[in-house]
């Protein structure tokens, strides 16, 4: 396809845009659009010759791709969940609750991507840069951790806000501190904290609570257990499944897993930090139950790992390699801090039913410090060899 | 056989096109030149004017700031034209060669008798001495330094790289006499880098009060820098000066014979020539001779003195690199790709598993010279560490340069590291970071604060 219709169309309208066109004031969206439509034409005019395949673009489409099991199983569990409590005879996999759950959770990912986008365009208008494609994955990150009664407005504020104050102000795409999706849902949790805690908000339509049906509890597994409710909790299957009530694209774990396996093989989401991760969940849990003074410290360390958001945090949201640990080392310690704090604040804490969203922006406050001993480490062993 | 050094960390990028190992002789040019850019720390400063007949070995400039260290003349003939770039910079010192040869005479005989003045005059005069670069920073080597040790890398392991068994052939008696000159310059040791699992060439077998040191693994293994660093790592205060091998033949020869041999073999290789191969021609010559009929399509190809991680591109009518035994030709990549971030890419080469193509391991890649991407900010993180086997933090030691943190530089260890060490982090960036260059312009920093 080197002369294709659409590459003549898209060299016929080039001009308008470019310097001295008359709408070289959208040059900056323009080349998004372009960029998204072809690989541009550029060629390498110093250094290496030839360059790896990989691109912004290429990598931010494997991520979204890693996670579109998740968004599936989150749509099919939307629907399940609803007809549940309306007192359905319903099951997990069916069509119409794929469809229920489409339709519900299509609204706050365009909401996602119109606001975030558009703030992105519209920055890279303003300094003339090209558009970066980072919030092509928070973008669809955003939806998956709020509950799906969330109002749609909520959302296009907080993302506007996790955008603007989270990334665009520290000069955008790769120079952010915090992880701009779980920006997203801190300034929720904080500033609407009655839609993103309690039984009631999981499931669509309960929180009005038209037709749903008497002694439904909408409580999550967390809260079951927080609440001491041990017989409420489901069981492993379905926990591993997703068929239990909580964020939209964090409760079947089975999901989470392939993303994973999707982001470990092509070598875009960093192993280390997965498994540290899940080591340090694993390690925190251990020493609950060793202590076991109460129910929710009595739930086996390996519940813990598939309930709330654990899975979807470690994997998706603490392998933001802008956020985390950038020194290999360093990725090792971040994960295992980020494991131990979601458990411990998870448990310990009264205050938050949930500790992993606090857990990684805690340690993506830390990530920097990690870095540091690191680097230190490594000059400290090049200045020993000097001496010797 | 002494302990094997494993390289863990790097990565073959196994291009279209490698030379067959045939060596033809090229036709020989009228042209040759010397071409001052190619030389990091030198100011030239013109000793023969166009229109002077010069001889092989007849100095034709000389660094202005050491003047001791001369640049002769490949052939014999006239200086024929001074090509200058952008506020009068010299970038070619262009030689038309006449049909009889004569050359210069120097000191010849065995170097093991030579007093260590004697050797550096002989090179410094003949013009071999800029054969030898000095690190830190990749520069000509100063003529009053002691190094500390002087290492040579046996094997080639970047795309499309030589092969010494084809290039050095019965060069035996050249290169024993090349080694012990070099022995006389250093109070230390030459070391020789060799690789694991190949038998020994010829050349570099048994040579007296060599060191050997057997490498094994995937580009950059068979860098002189990668090398050194595993063997001892360099230090602030450590100088070290390394050669290529055919250059310390060509040393040896000076030795031997009492004149300069500008003979080289080098490789002509990449998927935009019709038949790879071996030449022997001479250094400095022009490449029209060389490329005659071996284009597949002249207009849309990138000719490139040296491999195509860390070379030079220069035009059909240039000159080949001072310092290079390979030119690569490859298909220049200036099209637009519809949706080409989206596609399957089997035909993408990638040492990330994001495109289809590790479904082809073994498969021979033709690469242009697409830069496949936009440039962005740092954003994936343990890419360069999987291509760069060191002890060194790659993007912390980038940083550093870009905020022209001299301290911090030093601390991370830029002293032991060349352009084409990190060479692969560049090729393998999703952010297309141009990492060479960003190191160039550390190294020039630094060594103009360390003077």
């Known amino acids: 396809m080197k002369n294709g219709k659409i590459r003549q169309l898209?060299?016929?309208?080039?001009?308008?845009?470019?310097?001295?066109?008359?709408?070289?004031?959208?040059?900056?969206?323009?080349?998004?659009?372009?960029?998204?439509?072809?690989?541009?034409?550029?060629?390498?005019?110093?250094g290496s010759h030839i360059r790896d395949s990989i691109d912004m673009k290429r990598t931010m489409a494997i991520v979204v791709m890693a996670v579109v099991p998740a968004v599936l199983m989150g749509m099919l569990n939307t629907g399940f969940q609803h007809f549940l409590s309306i007192g359905e005879?319903?099951?997990?996999?069916?069509?119409?609750?794929?469809?229920?759950?489409?339709?519900?959770?299509?609204?706050?990912?365009?909401?996602?991507?119109?606001?975030?986008?558009?703030?992105?365009?519209?920055?890279?208008q303003v300094k003339g840069h090209e558009i970066n494609e980072g919030f092509l994955v928070s973008g669809i990150l955003i939806p998956l951790i709020i509950p799906i009664d969330t109002p749609l407005w909520m959302v296009a504020l907080a993302t506007a806000f996790a955008v603007i104050i989270g990334k665009e102000?520290?000069?955008?795409?790769?120079?952010?501190?915090?992880?701009?999706?779980?920006?997203?849902?801190?300034?929720?949790?904080?500033?609407?904290?009655?839609?993103m805690s309690g039984d009631r908000i999981w499931i669509d339509g309960m929180l009005q609570g038209d037709g749903v049906i008497d002694g439904f509890s909408g409580a999550t597994p967390l809260a079951e257990a927080a609440a001491g409710n041990m017989d409420n909790l489901p069981s492993v299957m379905e926990m591993f499944m997703g068929y239990i009530p909580g964020s939209i694209g964090e409760t079947s774990t089975l999901a989470i897993l392939i993303g994973a396996v999707i982001l470990i093989y092509t070598g875009i989401g960093s192993w280390?930090?997965?498994?540290?991760?899940?080591?340090?969940?694993?390690?925190?849990?251990?020493?609950?139950?060793?202590?076991?003074?109460?129910?929710?410290?009595?739930?086996?360390?390996?519940?813990?790992?598939?309930?709330?958001?654990?899975?979807?945090?470690?994997?998706?949201?603490?392998?933001d390699p802008v956020t985390a640990a950038q020194t290999e080392t360093g990725k090792w310690i971040y994960g295992f801090l980020v494991g131990l704090l979601a458990?411990?604040?998870?448990?310990?804490?009264?205050?938050?039913?949930?500790?992993?969203?606090?857990?990684?922006?805690?340690?993506?406050?830390?990530?920097?410090?990690?870095?540091?001993?690191?680097?230190?480490?490594?000059?400290?062993?090049?200045?020993?060899?000097?001496k010797a | 056989m002494s302990k094997v050094i494993k390289i863990k960390k790097g990565l073959d990028i196994k291009l279209k096109g490698a030379a067959e190992k045939v060596t033809v002789i090229a036709e020989s040019s009228d042209l040759y030149a010397i071409k001052p850019p190619d030389f990091v720390g030198l100011t030239p400063k013109l000793c023969t004017k166009p229109g002077e007949k010069v001889k092989v070995g007849t100095p034709v400039f000389f660094d202005k700031n050491r003047p001791s260290i001369m640049f002769t003349s490949p052939v014999s003939g006239t200086l024929k034209e001074v090509r200058r770039g952008e506020r009068r910079r010299i970038l070619e010192v262009v030689i038309e060669a006449s049909k009889d040869q004569d050359y210069e005479e120097f000191s010849s005989g065995n170097p093991e008798g030579m007093t260590e003045e004697v050797v550096r005059d002989n090179l410094l005069k003949s013009g071999l001495w800029p054969t030898i670069i000095q690190r830190p920073y990749g520069v000509l080597a100063d003529p009053e330094a002691k190094p500390r040790s002087i290492y040579i890398s046996g094997f080639d392991s970047s795309p499309l790289g030589v092969d010494y068994d084809v290039i050095l052939k019965d060069e035996e008696a050249s290169m024993a006499a090349g080694v012990a000159a070099l022995q006389q310059l250093t109070d230390g040791k030459v070391h020789m880098g060799l690789e694991e699992g190949?038998?020994?060439?010829?050349?570099?077998?048994?040579?007296?009060?060599?060191?050997?040191?057997?490498?094994?693994?995937?580009?950059?293994?068979?860098?002189?820098?990668?090398?050194?660093?595993?063997?001892?790592?360099?230090?602030?205060?450590?100088?070290?000066?390394t050669l290529s091998p055919q250059h310390v033949c060509a040393i040896g020869k000076l030795f031997l014979n009492g004149k300069l041999n500008p003979s080289i073999t080098i490789a002509i290789a990449g998927s935009g020539i019709s038949k790879p191969r071996y030449v022997k021609t001479m250094m400095g010559t022009s490449l029209k001779p060389l490329l005659a009929?071996?284009?597949?399509?002249?207009?849309?190809?990138?000719?490139?003195?040296?491999?195509?991680?860390?070379?030079?591109?220069?035009?059909?009518?240039?000159?080949?690199?001072?310092?290079?035994?390979?030119?690569?030709?490859?298909?220049?990549?200036?099209?637009?790709?519809?949706?080409g971030w989206v596609m399957p890419g089997l035909k993408k080469f990638s040492n990330t598993r994001a495109f289809f193509s590790w479904l082809r391991p073994g498969k021979e890649w033709e690469i242009d010279t697409n830069l496949k991407g936009g440039e962005r900010a740092f954003v994936l993180t343990?890419?360069?560490?999987?291509?760069?086997?060191?002890?060194?933090?790659?993007?912390?030691?980038?940083?550093?340069?870009?905020?022209e943190d001299i301290d911090k530089m030093e601390q991370l260890g830029i002293y032991e590291v060349l352009e084409e060490d990190m060479a692969l982090c560049e090729f393998v960036c999703t952010s297309k970071t141009d990492v060479q260059g960003i190191l160039r312009n550390g190294l020039d920093l630094m060594r103009k604060e360390m003077s």
């Open chain 2, 198 to 241: 190949y038998p020994v060439n010829k050349t570099f077998d048994k040579l007296k009060n060599v060191e050997y040191h057997y490498f094994k693994g995937k580009h950059p293994a068979g860098n002189v820098g990668i090398q050194i660093h595993h063997i001892e790592p360099m230090n602030k205060g450590d100088i070290v000066w």
């Open chain 1, 89 to 124: 005879d319903a099951t997990f996999w069916s069509w119409a609750g794929l469809w229920y759950g489409f339709l519900k959770v299509m609204p706050f990912i365009i909401v996602s991507y119109l606001v975030g986008l558009g703030i992105e365009f519209a920055v890279a």
């Open chain 2, 293 to 339: 009929n071996m284009l597949e399509e002249p207009e849309s190809v990138r000719i490139i003195s040296g491999n195509v991680l860390t070379g030079t591109k220069v035009e059909a009518e240039g000159f080949l690199g001072y310092y290079d035994a390979l030119l690569s030709v490859i298909p220049e990549g200036n099209y637009y790709e519809l949706f």
């Open chain 1, 10 to 46: 898209v060299d016929k309208i080039k001009p308008t845009f470019e310097k001295g066109g008359k709408l070289s004031f959208l040059q900056s969206t323009f080349e998004g659009f372009e960029t998204f439509l072809f690989v541009p034409n550029t060629v390498t005019n110093k």
């Open chain 1, 272 to 319: 280390k930090i997965m498994l540290s991760g899940v080591v340090g969940g694993a390690a925190m849990g251990i020493l609950l139950n060793i202590f076991a003074v109460n129910t929710l410290m009595e739930v086996p360390f390996w519940h813990h790992l598939m309930m709330g958001g654990f899975a979807f945090g470690v994997i998706f949201m603490a392998t």
């Open chain 2, 382 to 403: 343990g890419q360069y560490n999987k291509v760069f086997p060191m002890d060194i933090l790659p993007v912390h030691l980038l940083k550093a340069i870009l905020v």
């Open chain 1, 169 to 195: 102000i520290f000069g955008g795409t790769g120079m952010n501190i915090f992880n701009v999706a779980l920006l997203t849902r801190a300034f929720l949790f904080f500033a609407y904290p009655s839609y």
């Open chain 1, 343 to 386: 458990i411990l604040i998870r448990v310990l804490n009264p205050a938050y039913p949930e500790g992993v969203m606090l857990a990684i922006l805690f340690m993506n406050v830390f990530a920097p410090l990690i870095d540091h001993y690191v680097v230190e480490a490594n000059i400290k062993k090049r200045l020993k060899r000097l």
